[in-house]
């Protein structure tokens, strides 16, 4: 199944080489350009807003300023200080917000002309006309009113909305290059006219504060700039002479922000189409379609990758094959990418789903050769070479089972409904429905007895799950809602956590097991090592003979793998993992791969490699260069080597333990490393920003954001 030839392949990875450039060259654009927007729109809002009030607030002097010291000759001086003085304050306040900011960017911009030309040529006054023309030309980005609005505005029945949009978005498409290639201009002018020994001061350039960008290497980057040649590279690198220029206070800040704003527009946005940059980008477009994200070749008669199961293991194949001549398709039966490590905060109502899970279709919006299929697999035809999702069959070419596990009972299935596992967002809101539901039925119960069989909280499981469950479930009662109910203090629940062997954390070293003993007594969680569950059932859990009254049991014991494994035909162990080589091919198979938790395959220790994150991405990746190197005709990849990077386990605020082997961490350094680590691997930029957003709420306010009880009727399905 081998598409390229070695000179193709070649092309191939030039072009992936300039496609990955070019792919984080617009991820750049995507992350900082709204926030230079938002940046330059605040400072030149807040600077025109404060100038407005210091007049309002003594209207006389603004009133003698008007008359004496900048008269405008065709107003008469009440009616130029009432029109300024709006102007900056209205204006100031919709730019700021983002509401009608072109329009009220105009305005501005007016205004800093007449006050150029009418009362003071500074330098900074250029800079706000360039940067307000740029808010009128473009808009005023994505986070803004105005963008908000936009699509419901469009669709209004308002008289001419939908013709307004029309127009504007034709005037942006048109008046954008045309401010790039003026900001361009002007500034080559300016440096040029001070390097040829103009030095001075002129109404329309930035001439006395251009003194510093001439410098030879730096007139160097600006000629750069001024054709468009590497200009986002030469922007930025006068950005950060700007930046040294102004700490050596060589210029005022007013004019050194304008510098340094006008260049980071140019290095974040690009030059714009009228360039040398984008004749060139055009040129490599034609030869490498990668550049603009594109597959080499047409999708048609390419291979076809299918993958079941958009975990780590599944997306990490699907995206490390972006720029692979095959064609892909990925299914799944959830429609989003779920971050597991965190689905007990979900659970314990320190964050909302919604931020820990990702739609999958956004995830691969712009992977042309990847294609989403929202559906169970029900099994798969090695026969005729086709997965079958529902009453669908999709022919493969290779294929990848990366399904991942569920949770196991251990034969004991019957308790499912009394211990629910943490696996999927539904299992998430399910438990958090269980132990909000706890504390109302605890603070509406009549007896003692009952109080406290619904304050008794109950985790079956010691490992990072079970620890994290039961620490989270301590710190929410005694923290989390401190004087909200009036017959309970919910501060005095029982959490247990019970664990069958001898010590919680039994994968950590055993230093790190002790300290998160301690720490969870810390939180006055109970630990039961050595104790078998026996028995669960709607009045609590039979432990090692002894009786534990509780109406909350969660469950983080055991997993067993997807049935991947049956659909084969082929060898599992007793977890039901299926067994795959050193390659992650499934023995008797020569295009069928499993990995993650769905499969058994050996660690350089000769042990199983463990069921967590980074293995399942690894073995994505590996199964990704497995199959590149056929379809390319490569030599094939040495064996599957899992690097394990390490285990981490939270237990509290500032408690965590950590484990690298060459170095043991506990407390809060642990858990600092633990935060960065789990936003770090978030998936998608909206869910990092917000996850750091609710623990740094919640971390302040030791409150959960989202305490719901949801679900349906409060109580259905409660015991
Ligand atoms: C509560 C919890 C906490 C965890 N904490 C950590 C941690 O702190 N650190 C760590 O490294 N690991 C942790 N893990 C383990 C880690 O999440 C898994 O090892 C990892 O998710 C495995 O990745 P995967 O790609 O094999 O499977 P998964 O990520 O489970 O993905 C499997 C995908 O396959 C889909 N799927 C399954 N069956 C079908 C089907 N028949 N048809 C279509 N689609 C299907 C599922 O919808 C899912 O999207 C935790 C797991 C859990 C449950």
Redesign the pocket.
């Known amino acids: 199944m081998s598409v390229a030839t070695t000179a193709s392949a070649g092309r191939i990875a030039w072009g992936e080489l300039l496609g990955g450039a070019a792919q984080t060259v617009r991820s750049g654009e995507r992350v900082l350009g709204p926030l230079l927007d938002v940046l330059i729109r605040w400072s030149l809002a807040q600077m025109f807003f404060v100038s407005a009030v210091l007049k309002l607030a003594d209207w006389d002097r603004a009133l003698d300023l008007a008359r004496y010291e900048y008269p405008v000759t065709w107003l008469d001086p009440v009616t130029a200080a009432c029109l300024g003085v709006g102007v900056e304050f209205a204006g100031g306040i919709l730019v700021a917000a983002g509401l009608g900011a072109r329009v009220a960017a105009l305005a501005l911009a007016a205004l800093s002309l007449v006050i150029q030309f009418e009362y003071q040529a500074l330098d900074a006054h250029l800079f706000w006309v360039a940067l307000l023309g740029w808010i009128a030309v473009r808009g005023a980005g994505p986070f803004s009113l105005d963008r908000m609005l936009a699509p419901g505005l469009a669709q209004s029945a308002l008289p001419f909305a939908r013709f307004t949009t029309k127009v504007l978005e034709r005037f942006t498409k048109v008046a954008v290059p045309i401010h790039q290639l003026l900001l361009r201009s002007w500034i080559g002018l300016a440096v040029g006219c001070v390097a040829a020994g103009e030095l001075g001061s002129s109404a329309v350039l930035p001439m006395s504060s251009a003194a510093p960008i001439a410098a030879p290497f730096a007139i160097v980057l600006v000629a750069a700039l001024v054709i468009g040649l590497g200009t986002r590279v030469a922007a930025a690198l006068l950005a950060a002479g700007v930046l040294t220029t102004a700490v050596a206070s060589e210029m005022t800040t007013g004019t050194a922000a304008g510098w340094f704003a006008a260049f980071a527009l140019l290095a974040v946005h690009g030059p714009g189409p009228i360039a040398v940059d984008a004749m060139l980008l055009r040129w490599l477009t034609r030869r490498f379609p990668q550049v603009e994200g594109k597959p080499a070749f047409a999708l048609d008669g390419l291979p076809h990758v299918v993958i ?9 194949c699907a995206t490390r094959l972006a720029r692979t001549p095959v064609r892909i398709t990925l ?4 429609n ?9 905060q979900v ?1 314990t109502a320190a964050l909302s789903p919604g931020d820990i899970a990702i739609p ?1 279709r956004s995830v691969f919006r712009e992977q042309f050769n990847a294609r989403v299929i929202f ?4 099994g798969v035809d090695t026969q005729q070479r086709e997965v079958v ?1 529902g009453d669908q069959r999709v022919a493969y070419d290779y294929l990848v089972l ?6 196991s009972y251990f034969g004991r299935d019957e308790w499912a409904p009394f211990a629910p ?4 967002v539904e ?2 809101t399910e438990v958090r429905r269980r132990i909000l539901t706890a504390f109302e039925r605890a603070e509406a119960a009549e007896d003692e007895a009952t109080r406290d069989e619904h304050l008794t909280f109950l985790v079956v499981g010691g490992g ?2 079970g620890v ?2 039961a620490g989270a479930i301590a710190e929410l009662a005694r923290f989390g809602m401190t004087g909200e109910f009036r017959r309970i203090d919910p501060a005095r629940a029982r959490v247990v956590l019970v664990q069958a062997g001898p010590r919680i954390l039994p994968t950590f070293p055993e230093v790190l097991s002790a300290r998160t003993n301690a720490a969870l007594a810390k939180l006055g969680v109970e630990v039961l090592t050595d104790s078998r569950v026996e028995r669960i059932d709607a009045t609590g859990v039979m432990v090692s003979g002894r009786c534990i009254a509780s109406r909350t049991v969660l469950w ?1 014991a055991g ?1 067993v793998a ?3 494994a049956r659909w084969l035909g082929a060898k599992q162990d007793a977890a039901g993992r299926l067994e795959v080589g050193a390659d992650l091919l499934v023995p008797g198979f020569d295009n069928v791969f499993a ?5 058994l395959s050996k660690g350089s220790h000769g042990g199983p490699v ?8 690894q ?2 990746a590996y199964v990704a260069s497995v199959i590149r190197a056929r379809v390319l005709g490569k030599r094939a990849p040495q064996p599957f080597r899992y690097r394990h990077l390490g ?4 237990i509290g605020r500032k408690a965590a333990v950590a484990d690298f082997g060459f170095v043991r961490l506990s407390g809060a350094a642990a858990w600092w490393l633990w935060g960065a680590i ?1 936003v770090g ?1 978030l998936v998608g930029v909206r869910n990092r920003v917000s996850v750091l957003f609710d623990w740094f709420w919640s971390y302040l306010t030791f409150t959960g954001a989202t305490r719901l009880i949801t679900g349906g009727e409060a109580a259905k399905g409660y015991r």
């Not at 079941?308 to 990490?316: P, R």
């Open positions: 079941v199961g958009a975990g780590f293991g599944g997306i990490a299914i799944d039966r959830q989003y990418h779920l971050f597991q490590p965190l689905l007990y659970a999958i559906g169970e697999v029900s999702v990366a399904t991942g596990a569920a949770h596992g943490l696996k999927r299992d998430a990072p799950t994290e469950l983080a997993v997807s049935p991947a990995l993650g938790d769905t499969a463990p069921g967590l994150a980074p293995a399942a991405k073995g994505g285990s981490l386990a939270t789990h691997f």
